[in-house]
């Protein structure tokens, strides 16, 4: 599962170790210590944007002519918006 995140500057990429800064966005994967995403149960793994972008967990897409930053699932639907860290 993916959860689409807003840092608070306290965190950092767990691929690259990136500091993340504040307001930048940033992905929460659950995966099973392996790569590969699982639904449920999985350890979570923060992605900055470029990592997710080159694992394909984030894309850019021109929504009403502006380019966005979504996270989709293979099929195009939304996983979640952008929320908060607050751990
Ligand atoms: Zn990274």
Redesign the pocket.
Known sequence: MRRGCLSVGTVN?D??N?HIPYPERYVMVDEDGKGDEVRLGGKSVR??I??AQKKGYAHYKEIKGEMTLTFLRDGGDVISDPVAEND
């Open positions: 990429c691929i690259c990136r992605y900055c470029e990592c």
